[in-house]
């Protein structure tokens, strides 16, 4: 069958058939030519980004891509931003899988990227491959330390101190609490896993010192993605008398968010601003990657790299922070609040990172 | 439908047979220049989705140029094994693409040869890729050609037998394939990400926050031809894919088992009565077909074409068993057709994917989903081409009154 049948269609015996398929031949040969000259017509010019000047920094998406709910968008933001300030060059390359990091770090060291940075920990052995392969190339990494991608001389960890974002929202949550009778508050984890543990650490430290005996629930969904898991651990906490519950789990805390909503409860955001998800959100604990991503572009550019060390982001130079506040919340909170803020900054007060 | 060449008993067939076998005749019947037609005009609907969202006919024709380099197509202009050239490096990342492509298209095709139609492509495609990792990992310092060979063999067989159980279900209690084989693939695939999936069995045992399995050892890793090992260059999967193309039509053309399916395929009547058993061989083809599928995802894991492992997160994203539907359809079911289907998608994933993702002409966040509009726009038309055949035939009908009253019951009834 191969061959025979494929070429059936120029096998006829009729004399009107021939003629028809002559004409398909044809425009199907005439349209492939067309296409094939309007590409070689384009392919003799260089891409016009290859010829610009300035500081080259290329970040690599994880498989989300740039449009996802914020963690790649928001360091896309800052990577444009960052390329403008310095009037350099920004190659956003975006992946779909993992089988993209590889060809995507290649097009970056091929674009002649000074500084490449990778969106995420799921990034990490590609950018350990090519930061050993390339020594003269920079690299750095979003969300984690410099040691989990071997701690090399070129590369750069961007990391967060959420606790310090964590311990902010837990003020409102257990005033919130108080207010609404029960001094319980709850968290729908992700996994339990140290980024995930650091903004509860914080959160769980706060609420007792705002409101002493404030009760703190914890579960872990081990899901990141699934919502219908989420909100079962935010009906779970509910039925225990959480009153409020800060979601740290993505996409899966979500769920959480509008089942609080929908049981008259509250519920906080995580890293991105959540103030749309549900109609009850008090607030959302902020992780400015873009400030991140930002901050790192202008310093590399200004041979400031910190070669085989963190950075660090947190409240004092603006890498964390809160969202925007319900409208239910009274002034004396968010007064109580920025105490708290400005001690931290102070270095007066410090929540710990790490859940005991 | 009036001529439908050399062989008259496939139309009588398909007269009478199944949804499946009635399409691929009225496919086969088009010859080449259909499926040519079909990505053409797949092309420029593209090409004007492009020019609506941009707001710019030139915008459409550079993002054309940009998946044209993209997949290494110009490396045609300038020729070089050199992978610091970013053509040849692209080439060589379409070819990595093609040679998953080639294995799910046949496994669709030979489905389809017997009448069926796998969907189940894609969770045969974890099905092998997990097995490949278990054992890849597991079985560490083995001789390398021994545990290469191993992982191959059990990925490839664990897959067909995920598939035969389809098959089993048709032949005995007469489930539909295309409902079981699409629940066998959401069951694979929550599987899967359970397996992968943090404190998962086959879960990374270095980075346990990390939801990738463990990368395979060194042992089961296929030796690449170009590109430098462990860079993602294209290893010998892509010679073990050619090889599976004669296979598939050696199996198909030459062998009594090739006959008894393509008889099931175009009447399970008329084999039967023939002394053809059918159940065994719809047995036989589902688990043929789950073989081919297994065989690919074996081979992308044991190759790096994920660095040897494979993440939790990439489980929703991996399509290639479902491409593999559009491929044997553009390939008309045959060992070359899906050949040239997998080479023409191959170049169309790797270099929209890559020539629009990381380049200046589409903003980056519309980038991946305007690429999936585009791939998806030209599944959808290669998919549709046998209603563009039908539009063609019903020309010809009107132009040309009957001459023979024997034609037109035949026209309808195919």
């Known amino acids: 069958m191969g061959l025979g049948s494929l070429a059936i269609g120029f096998t006829t015996k009729q004399g009107g058939h021939v003629r028809v398929r002559r004409w398909m031949l044809a425009a199907g040969v005439a349209a492939i030519a067309a296409a094939i000259a309007v590409g070689t017509a384009l392919g003799s010019g260089k891409s016009p980004t290859a010829q610009k000047a300035g500081y080259r920094a290329a970040l690599v998406s994880d498989v989300a891509g740039f449009n996802d709910n914020g963690f790649n968008k928001n360091q896309l933001k800052g990577l444009q931003k960052a390329a403008k300030a310095i009037s350099g060059t920004a190659f956003p390359i975006v992946s779909h899988s993992s089988s993209d990091y590889q060809p995507n770090y290649n097009q970056a060291v091929h674009d002649n990227a000074q500084l490449i940075i990778a969106a995420g920990f799921l990034l990490g052995d590609t950018m350990k491959q090519y930061a050993t392969q390339y020594p003269n190339i920079k690299f750095a990494i979003t969300d984690d330390p410099v040691s989990a991608v071997g701690g090399l001389k070129n590369e750069e960890g961007i990391t967060y101190a959420t606790q310090e974002g964590g311990c902010l929202v837990g003020v409102l949550a257990a005033k919130m609490a108080q207010k609404m009778g029960k001094k319980i508050i709850g968290v729908a984890g992700g996994l339990k896993i140290p980024p995930v543990d650091s903004y509860i650490a914080g959160y769980k430290y706060c609420a007792a010192k705002a409101v002493k005996g404030t009760k703190v629930k914890i579960q872990y969904s081990g899901d990141f993605n699934d919502q219908t898991k989420c909100a079962t651990i935010a009906q779970n906490e509910i039925n225990q008398g959480a009153q409020v519950i800060f979601q740290v789990a993505g996409l899966c805390g979500d769920g959480a968010l509008k089942e609080a909503s929908k049981l008259h409860k509250w519920g906080i955001g995580v890293d991105a601003d959540e103030f749309k998800v549900a109609n009850r959100i008090l607030t959302s604990a902020l992780k400015k990657t873009d400030v991140g991503v930002y901050d790192t572009v202008l310093g590399a550019s200004k041979g400031k790299f910190k070669g085989g060390k963190d950075l660090l982001f947190n409240l004092k130079n603006n890498g964390v922070g809160v969202g925007k506040i319900s409208k239910q919340v009274p002034k004396s909170w968010i007064t109580l609040m920025n105490s708290f803020k400005s001690k931290i900054i102070h270095g007066k007060l410090k929540p710990p990172a790490v859940l005991k | ?414």
């Open chain 2, 1 to 414: 439908m009036t001529d439908p060449g050399p062989s008259p008993s496939p139309e009588q067939a398909a007269a009478a047979g199944t949804l499946a076998a009635r399409i691929a005749l009225k496919q086969r019947a088009g010859g080449i220049l259909v499926p040519v037609v079909t990505v053409v005009f797949a092309l420029v609907m593209s090409g004007i989705v492009l020019a609506a969202t941009q707001h710019s006919v030139h915008t459409a024709l550079v993002a054309f140029q940009e998946i044209f380099d993209g997949a290494g197509l110009n490396w045609i202009f300038h020729p070089t094994t050199n992978l610091i050239d970013i053509s040849a490096y692209n080439l060589s990342q379409t070819l990595l693409q093609t040679t998953t492509l080639i294995l799910t298209g046949l496994s669709v095709a030979f489905a389809f040869r017997c009448g069926m139609f796998n969907i189940g492509g894609q969770g045969q495609y974890f099905v092998g890729l997990v097995v490949a990792n278990w054992l890849g990992v597991d079985f560490a310092g083995m001789n390398p050609f021994a545990h290469i060979l191993l992982c191959i063999v059990a990925g490839t067989l664990a897959a067909a037998a995920w598939a035969g159980i389809a098959g089993v279900l048709k032949a005995t209690v007469g489930a539909h394939e295309v409902i079981s084989t699409i629940m066998l693939n959401w069951i694979a695939f929550w599987v899967a990400s359970w397996l992968f999936g943090a404190g998962g069995p086959l879960q990374n045992s270095t980075q346990p926050t990390v939801p990738v399995s463990n990368q395979v050892s060194s042992s089961a890793r296929l030796p690449d031809f170009w590109g430098a090992q462990g860079f993602q260059g294209v290893h010998v999967g892509l010679f073990i894919a050619l090889a599976a193309v004669v296979v598939f039509w050696v199996l198909l053309n030459r062998t009594t088992l090739g006959y008894e399916v393509r008889a099931v395929g175009f009447n399970p009547d008329a084999a039967a009565y023939g002394g053809i058993n059918v159940k065994k061989n719809l047995v036989r083809a589902m688990a043929i077909s789950g073989a081919f599928a297994g065989l690919a995802g074996a081979l992308d894991m044991l190759g790096g074409t994920t660095n040897y492992q494979f993440g939790q997160l990439d489980i929703p994203f991996s399509q290639v068993g479902f491409i593999g539907i559009a491929v044997a359809l553009l390939g008309r079911n045959t060992a070359l057709g899906t050949l040239f289907g997998a080479l023409l998608f191959g170049s169309l994933l790797y270099g929209s994917f890559h020539g629009l993702g990381s380049s200046a002409v589409i903003q980056p966040e519309l980038a991946g989903n305007l690429t999936y509009i585009i791939q998806g726009l030209i599944v959808l038309f290669i998919g549709a081409d046998v209603l563009i055949l039908y539009v063609w035939n019903s020309r010809k009908k009107l132009r040309r009154p009957p001459a023979n009253p024997a034609q037109p019951a035949k026209a309808t009834a195919a």
